[in-house]
């Protein structure tokens, strides 16, 4: 390999380097955000197994599952957050493809989904709350509000990365070459939407 | 030198593979700022909507009186099947496992398994089967 040679691939490799600021090849902030949504998934399965552990443990006089759960309002919530899955994925294709108007659109539409959801939330909590369901009422109220709550936050922090996004496009710093940040956020708003789905199967739809 | 295919950096495909992939994939590999792979198209995410929209139609029918006949085994046996589906074809598609390294499916499967192996011997443990 004559010097020149070596001199030319060393350069490549360097700005190969430089390109992806990474060893392995593959992002860092891609890998960062795999790793601490494979950690999520130790939270997500422990507020579920407290679930899972406490649901029956209700009084012969008590509040329980059956006595509030209202299954055809929950499932058009299940549906809206399902779907900002699917406007999600277009913010992020939208972006790459470099639609910067049409990511701005897709992205406040996942926002407002998500926003729907939560406010859907809101509600059935104020209903189960008047219904006599409060956090402390009973084992079954505590793990039910815990884990829906934790969910609920993670929606509203998805909501207010959105929300980041948008300002950042509008001021001009999120361009085609930072489509990645998009779809990194879209990984953890996906990753809420399949916890739903979990608990919505698990919590709501088994039979009590 | 040795000639070298350009390959995709996370996926370890080369674009000709990419365009291959049972023509679902796009024609073209999309640039993604620091990484090139190629993504579905919009279309395939939207079947991937339908089918999920079907899906959870189909797991709320279970909920009615009409299927309590078939016993809460059953019910639960096919209400887990179908959440499994639904998980994992929002993690194939809409979050891109399917196309991307598979580090990065190692890494979300390996939490799963082991939030899953941990929490079911607490639960046996705690003798809730």
Redesign the interface.
């Known amino acids: 390999?004559t010097s020149e040679?070596g001199a030319a691939?060393a350069a490549t490799q360097s700005a190969h380097a430089e390109?992806?600021?990474t060893s392995?090849?593959?992002?860092n902030e891609?890998?960062a955000m795999?790793?601490f949504?494979?950690?999520?998934?130790?939270l997500?399965?422990?507020l579920?197994?407290v679930y899972?552990?406490n649901k029956g443990r209700i009084g012969p006089n008590d509040v329980g599952p059956n006595d509030v759960f209202d299954?055809?309002f929950t499932?058009v919530s299940?549906?809206v957050l399902?779907?900002s899955?699917?406007t999600?994925?277009?913010a992020?294709?939208s972006i790459?493809?470099g639609d910067l108007r049409g990511n701005r659109i897709w992205l406040t539409t996942t926002a407002a989904l998500g926003a729907t959801f939560v406010a859907g939330q809101v509600y059935e909590f104020t209903a189960f709350y008047s219904e006599g369901l409060g956090f402390t009422t009973n084992l079954f109220g505590s793990a039910f509000y815990a884990l829906t709550g934790f969910h609920g936050a993670h929606v509203t922090i998805g909501i207010i990365m959105l929300m980041s996004l948008l300002v950042m496009s509008l001021r001009g710093n999120l361009t085609?070459?930072?489509?990645?940040?998009v779809?990194i956020i879209?990984?953890y708003w996906?990753?809420v939407?399949?916890v739903w789905?979990?608990i919505?199967?698990?919590v709501?739809?088994?039979?009590q | 030198m040795a000639t070298v295919t350009p390959e995709s950096p996370d996926t370890g495909h080369t674009p000709d593979e990419h365009a291959s992939d049972g023509g679902q994939m796009a024609e073209h590999a999309q640039s993604t700022g620091k990484q090139n792979h190629a993504h579905p198209t919009d279309w395939l995410y939207v079947k991937v909507a339908i089918a999920l929209g079907l899906l959870t139609a189909f797991e709320v029918f279970t909920y009615f009186e009409s299927l309590h006949g078939w016993g809460d085994t059953a019910i639960i046996i096919m209400l887990i099947l179908m959440m499994l589906v639904k998980f994992f074809l929002v993690v194939a598609f809409f979050m891109h496992l399917k196309f991307d390294s598979p580090i990065f499916w190692r890494l979300f499967v390996f939490g799963l398994i082991l939030a899953m192996a941990v929490y079911m011997v607490m639960l046996t443990a705690f003798r809730i089967w």
């Open positions: 390999m040679t691939e390109e992806h600021h392995t090849g593959i992002s891609k890998l795999w790793v949504l494979g950690s999520e998934c130790l997500f399965g422990g579920i197994s899972m552990f299954i055809p499932s299940s549906f399902l779907m899955s699917l999600m994925v277009f992020v294709s790459a493809r085609q070459e930072r489509a990645e940040t779809e879209g990984l996906h990753f939407d399949i789905i979990v919505f199967t698990i709501y739809l088994f039979p």
